[in-house]
């Protein structure tokens, strides 16, 4: 297991925690959007999870993958307006 690697999957799990406590709903409850930007948190939550578990499995470039996941979730819930970054761009890729 690299110093790298870990340091890298550290790294990102930082950001991305950040990154989830962060970002808010757009969208009116009961909406369509609404239930788009669950589904989107929903899936960054779960990436994130599963990384977690890889880091304690030792499975860390694994993990690394999953974080990298959970972050383009939210990302691409931002880009397509369902998410709100709170015009982050450092913990966000913001148009």
Same mark, same amino acid.
């Given at each position: 297991?690299? /110093? /790298? ?11 991305? /925690?950040?990154? #989830? ?12 959007? +609404?239930?788009?930007?669950?589904? +989107? ?14 880091? /304690?499995?030792?499975?860390?470039? @694994? ?27 450092? #913990?966000?890729? @913001? @148009?």
């Amino acid at each position: 297991m690299s /110093e /790298e690697l870990q340091q890298r999957v550290q790294r990102y799990r930082a950001l991305t /925690e950040q990154a #989830l406590k962060k970002v808010t709903i757009k969208a009116e409850p009961n909406s369509k959007d +609404f239930a788009r930007a669950k589904d +989107f948190l929903s899936m960054a939550r779960n990436y994130f999870n599963d990384a977690r578990h890889f880091e /304690e499995q030792k499975k860390l470039d @694994l993990a690394l993958a999953a974080y990298s996941y959970a972050h383009a979730w939210l990302d691409a819930g931002i880009r397509a307006g369902f998410l709100d970054g709170k015009q982050d761009n450092r #913990l966000f890729t @913001l @148009l």
